[in-house]
């Protein structure tokens, strides 16, 4: 192509013909540029449809990320719920009989005191902040996603400062029960159990006992709430980005 050129311009230059040189040479540059336009052209676009083709990659990820948090929050929830309604029956009863202490302890013991913590699946919110990948996402998605995140640390945080409150407690029980699976084992050994002598300290274990499930009540009102939010944003993203795949 290049050497078909050179000989026209050539030829013109050998005819003496400047005018017609002058011409051609000015649409051989035109030609040329466009040609490096379209090549520009062709070059953007491969690049969008990489980038469109990453994007909605984030989109699916981020899509699982969220379902998989959706289906955590709500499993949580009903266990936290469901805890919470133990501890509710067990002060009920103070308004509807008069509670014996080895009565009082029994209900408190057969609660359970280990507090299921809960995490959040942000490994492709994190990977699209650490590539700066971010910023193929709107504003919009961008903004919410980092407000998630942030409700999510605050219940992890709010969770291990309750936790650390209820379990300074728990290391209370062990001069006065010892292991929790002791009472059961001494059912079998008379002499064991009234060597103990865990009856004798009933007072001691229900004053834990009732602190150690009064910091649980409180993190299952405020965990409750904090799901909740959590489980909304989780749902406005959702819908977000289901729109934003339909759009693109």
Known sequence: MFRFFSKIRKSLLDEGKAARYTKYAIGEIFLVVIGILIALQINNWNEQRVLDARTQDYYLQLLDDL?????????????????????????????????????????????????RPFTFSSNTFDTLQSSADIVLLPASIRNNLANLKRTQELSII???????????????????????????????????????????????????????????????????????????????????????????
Not at 93 to 106: C, I, Q, R
């Open 158 to 248: 709010r969770y291990e400062q309750v936790n650390n409150g209820k379990n300074s407690l728990v290391e209370k029980l062990n001069p006065y029960l010892g292991s929790t699976t002791l009472i059961k084992r001494l059912e079998r050994q008379p002499s064991m159990k009234e060597f103990f002598n865990i009856e004798g300290n009933f007072k001691e274990l229900i004053l834990i006992y009732e602190g150690i499930h009064r910091w649980r009540e409180v993190w299952f009102y405020e965990s409750i709430e904090f799901l909740n939010a959590i489980l909304s944003q989780i749902d406005a993203l959702i819908i977000q980005i289901e729109e934003q795949i339909e759009h693109d």
């Open 67 to 115: 379902n998989s948090d959706k289906l955590e929050v709500i499993k949580i929830s009903k266990i936290y719920q469901a805890e919470l309604k133990q501890y509710q029956d067990y002060l009920s009863l103070y308004d509807t009989k008069e509670l014996e202490p080895k009565e009082a302890f029994d209900h408190l013991f057969k609660l359970p005191i280990i507090t």
